[in-house]
């Protein structure tokens, strides 16, 4: 590549580098750096060392926000990539109706995590949400439970989450099936096979790559899992449903009643967080690895 | 040049030049940003807006007033506002989130001095605006050991319990007194059909209060401080304690919340009182206004409210008020000091503090101004009053990570019935103890 060449491809890619380095790998720097210190958002800088790591693991909300990560991440997941792939193997393309399953089973991604959480924190009021009146229409009042107490919230809050988020991968997964050729599935037909055998046999490991993708995405927004919870809780947050990143909002803003300016312990937090994310990632390409299943 | 060139040309100089006037016109005023914790839409936002702004700038016509309604998580934004720039002169928020941020940080200005100077309509020390007993609650509870003095009582709401005045009436029954006369009220409500209690499950500052005023009226004085503040967990040892856990563990295991309310989540709590199912609630006088926005049928619902019930053999009396106050303070950082003094005498007025009375029923600072005639019975209680003591004796404020890391998981689980009071008290001593280590 000629000289002028490379500089005219550096011209284009410098703000975007700039702005990258500036707003995204600057502050995590910064974040590692604050997580050793004593530090209020203003005023004096305090040094401690490893002080905020050694109170991190003795702290009991940190534990109980890593334990809801991992429900979400592990329990969530495997309950959201099912629900997708059986959805997608139903949505085959030439079913009737495909695209308007499709459409519906993706409205709830197009709407905005805020509004749903508020609405899913309304139809899980135990007095007036529209589930436990729906059940005692029904005549099933014994089926009615108090959904955000502090034994349910959290399965009330997953079961929303799952609902929220199925569409978005069924639609990652049916473009994995979208590129697969017909004649695969016309040969197979051919030689007897039927849809389940399909399925397992040619569709999943075909698509195998961008069911990685899927899995990697939901593991990164999972552990990053912030608005939809902060909202839906409305006033306090409670500690049922404490994530990583409600954890580090609390520790370093506080929350209404509970002010708590304390960056530099948020910030190990953080990097904790940081560090999952990047184990998870890792992890995830190791043993998904397309080799491993391709035959 | 085309006709349209010319029309745009003397168009875009005229908004430019109106531009340019407004700017100037402005820029001729001293602007004075005020901020505060209510919501728009809420009826002290309105207050704000429509009493306090227009009436302050028409009196003072060389000071422009911005005007924030930063809601609850109003320190949050100051403090994001401190690090950009954008930071209000003075502000309205409550003292347990004004002191260990703005004024352990050195943030709040010290208001020694604006105490001698002569109040807003210059008829006496401004110091005379707050009386006698709001002095001793801010000396005990708010102002530092070198004296000085960074936020003031604004007003005061009464911690205490809210109920359904028609129930009550219904039902031939008196406001208790002490605690057994308060378990003798909610058998008869009980029985009668109704929930004797509800609260907001999912706020700490109302799940947390039966257990703190318990305790504060065993011991007034520092009672609830006292197990915050001792690093050795020996004062979870005290048999007051226990006695207290097993009250709120009793009230429980009695029936009398009302079914579900531990998935009671604000304002269901308000929405179940105004329709009757339920006759009481742990909280504070602001509910008089919380619980008029429901816009409740009167014949099924007025709001009335009592002081927390003495217990038997304990010091503390019903006279002793338990408050919950909202502060004023000018930031150290204002570059608007004279103006931010104006307008923070000026809240200060006899018009305002009594505008915030009726609209809010809550107790002015200033004494012999005139009770509220909708709530009588909370100015009864002030004027009856011996003693204001700071709602969980300033817990909040001074140990903020204690009572929220370490007091309301375990209290929670005692008020929801997850743990007995005996395990209580065994996890908050290891838990204070723990929490003591890593500081």
Redesign the interface.
């Known amino acids: 590549m000629r000289k002028e060449s490379k500089l005219i491809i550096l011209a284009f890619l410098a703000p975007c580098l700039i702005a990258y380095i500036v707003f995204m790998i600057v502050p995590v720097i910064a974040a590692v750096g604050f997580s050793f210190t004593k530090w209020?958002?203003?005023?004096t800088v305090q040094y401690i060392g490893s002080?905020n790591y050694?109170?991190l693991v003795?702290?009991?909300?940190y534990w109980v926000a890593l334990k809801n990560v991992a429900l979400i991440l592990f329990g969530g997941g495997a309950i959201v990539m099912l629900l997708s792939l059986v959805l997608t193997g139903l949505l085959a393309p030439g079913v009737k109706g495909r695209k308007i399953f499709r459409a519906i089973y993706f409205l709830p991604v197009i709407i905005p995590q805020v509004v749903l959480s508020i609405i899913w924190?309304y139809v899980y009021?135990?007095?007036?949400g529209l589930l436990n009146q729906s059940l005692d229409f029904l005549g099933l009042e014994s089926l009615q439970m108090?959904?955000?107490?502090?034994?349910?919230?959290f399965t009330s809050v997953l079961a929303s989450i799952v609902w929220m988020t199925v569409g978005m991968y069924m639609i990652i997964l049916m473009s994995g099936v979208d590129k697969i050729p017909s004649e695969y599935w016309d040969s197979a037909k051919i030689e007897g096979a039927g849809k389940a055998q399909i399925f397992i046999y040619i569709t999943l490991p075909l698509m195998w790559d961008v069911f990685a993708i899927a899995i990697t995405l939901w593991g990164i927004w999972t552990i990053n899992l912030f608005e939809y919870i902060f909202v839906f809780?409305?006033?306090?947050v409670?500690?049922e449903l404490y994530t990583l990143s409600i954890l580090v909002y609390i520790r370093a803003?506080?929350?209404?009643?509970?002010?708590?300016?304390r960056f530099g312990y948020g910030s190990a937090i953080a990097v904790t967080q940081l560090l999952l994310v990047f184990a998870f990632v890792l992890g995830a390409r190791r043993i998904l690895n397309r080799r491993r299943v391709e035959y | 040049m085309t006709k349209f060139s010319k029309l745009t040309i003397i168009m875009v100089t005229i908004a430019l030049a109106f531009t340019m006037s407004q700017v100037a016109w402005a820029q001729e005023k001293t602007v004075v940003k005020l901020w505060h914790l209510f919501n728009t839409g809420e009826p002290l936002a309105d207050l704000y807006a429509n009493v306090v702004v227009p009436g302050f700038e028409a009196e003072n016509p060389e000071i422009k007033i911005e005007l924030r309604a930063q809601g609850r998580d109003i320190v949050q934004k100051i403090m994001a506002g401190l690090l950009s720039g954008d930071f209000p002169d003075v502000i309205e928020d409550m003292p347990s989130t004004i002191h260990p941020t703005l004024v352990v940080n050195d943030e709040a200005l010290v208001l020694n001095d604006i105490l001698d100077e002569l109040d807003y309509d210059g008829k006496g020390p401004f110091r005379n605006r707050v009386g006698d007993l709001v002095w001793d609650y801010l000396d005990r509870w708010w102002v530092g050991e070198d004296g000085k003095i960074e936020q003031m009582v604004r007003y005061m709401n009464l911690l205490g319990i809210g109920y359904n005045g028609i129930i009550f009436d219904d039902l031939g029954l008196t406001e208790p007194r002490t605690w057994t006369e308060f378990l003798d009220v909610s058998g008869k409500i009980k029985a009668s059909g109704v929930a004797p209690i509800v609260m907001a499950s999912d706020v700490w500052y109302y799940t947390a209060m039966w257990y703190a005023e318990l305790v504060m009226r065993m011991n007034p004085e520092a009672g609830f401080y006292d197990i915050a503040a001792d690093k050795s967990g020996e004062a979870w040892d005290m048999p007051m304690y226990l006695e207290a856990a097993k009250i709120v563990e009793d009230l429980v295991k009695e029936g009398y919340f009302i079914k579900g309310y531990e998935g009671y989540a604000w304002p269901s709590d308000l929405i179940a009182m105004t329709q009757g199912k339920v006759a009481m609630e742990i909280g504070g006088s602001w509910q008089w206004m919380e619980t008029n926005q429901q816009n409740p049928d009167p014949n099924v619902f007025e709001f009335r409210f009592m002081a927390f019930p003495e217990l038997e053999g304990y010091p503390g009396k019903v006279t002793q008020l338990f408050l919950d106050v909202n502060s004023s303070a000018i930031l150290r950082r204002t570059p608007v000091v004279d103006a931010a003094k104006r307008l923070f005498k000026y809240l200060y007025t006899d018009e305002i503090v009594l505008a915030f009375q009726t609209v809010g029923k809550s107790l002015p600072p200033t004494p012999g101004l005139p009770g509220d005639k909708d709530f009588p019975s909370i100015y009864g209680m002030r004027a009856a009053s011996t003693k204001m003591i700071e709602g969980y004796h300033g817990v909040p404020g001074l140990f903020p990570d204690w009572m929220t890391g370490v007091f309301v998981p375990e209290n929670n689980k005692l008020i929801f019935g997850r743990i007995t009071a005996e395990q209580f008290i065994e996890n908050m001593k290891k838990g204070t103890i723990e929490y003591w280590k890593g500081k």
Do not use: C, H, K, V
């Open positions: 209020a958002g203003m005023g002080n050694y109170e003795r702290d009991p909300s924190a009021n135990p007095t007036f108090i959904w955000t107490g502090p034994d349910l919230i809780s409305a006033n306090q409670r500690p803003f506080g929350q209404w009643m509970q002010p708590s300016f």
